[in-house]
């Protein structure tokens, strides 16, 4: 049961983020999600400082405030003509080295499990749970993640058409009257959301690869939005199964063997994919030349 319930929290963060990583990837914002983990830390402190508690949620609270604030001065920072990854490096890098100056001051005194709460362990998921009136009902990430899930599901089926046009062509979208700069922090108060859903439970690494690598996968294999993001769900899915089973035969760690296998995924498309791979365009090519000899 236990082992059930690990692969099904990985399959769910791997949907999660592959909805709204498929978006980032087309907008080449594919590290925003790394730069959240890493940005949140300043938020959890001062959660823990105002409210005297290392209560999960109350640093879930500070993290996801953090994190939207996050991506509000990487649009700044964007919009006033730095480049979009240079953006996402100085903001994140300057909101983690705050956090640490937090943590040097205020905390040096107090056990603060950090690394528990900003980087997670899969494994430990069945055994951290939550009650419903005093009636357990399950694994506290299940849920966290499955609400996760489903907003973003919900968010990206019914604006579907503005996310696409928004992403592919912004130009086009705003003179349609479709209001880009509204779907763009929507879009990344989605990433925020599921970003901070995620990662206490499952680790940044998880949450980080997922984001990019199966949209990455789903991109090298169809050019229509939709089956990308059924791809790249699928294929997130499956380095989560494939991954819990290889850390199981390995000892090794979870989250990093399901990464680890959506990586070799995504290798192998780049080797043999229809349209991008590299041996089939070799391949193409040596039949072309020895046609033309």
Known sequence: MNSFLVIL???LAACACSVVGCFLVLRRMAMIGDAISHSVLPGIVIAFLVSGSRDSVVMM?????????TVLLIQLFHQSGVQADASIGVVFTA??????????????????DLDCVLYGEIAYVPWNTIELLGIPIGPKALWMIGLALALNILF?????????????????????????????YLLMGLVSVTT????????????????????????LLTEK?????VYSMLSGSLSAVVGYFLAKLLDASIAASMITVAGALL????LVSPSHGVLLRKLRQRRGLQEAA
């Open 9 to 11: 929290t990985g399959i």
């Open 61 to 69: 609270l500070g993290a996801a405030v953090l994190g939207l604030v």
């Open 95 to 112: 909101m983690f080295a705050v956090g640490i100056v937090l943590i040097s001051l205020f905390t040096r005194n107090i056990d603060l």
């Open 156 to 184: 990206i089926g019914v604006f579907f058409k503005q996310f696409k046009v928004c992403s592919f062509d912004p130009g086009l979208a705003a003179a349609v009257g479709v209001p880009v700069a509204l779907f763009h």
């Open 196 to 219: 901070v859903a995620s990662f206490e439970s499952v680790g940044a690494i998880l949450v980080v690869g997922m984001l990019v690598v199966p949209p990455l996968t789903a991109y």
């Open 225 to 229: 939005l939709g089956l990308m993001i």
């Open 267 to 270: 290798l192998l498309v780049v």
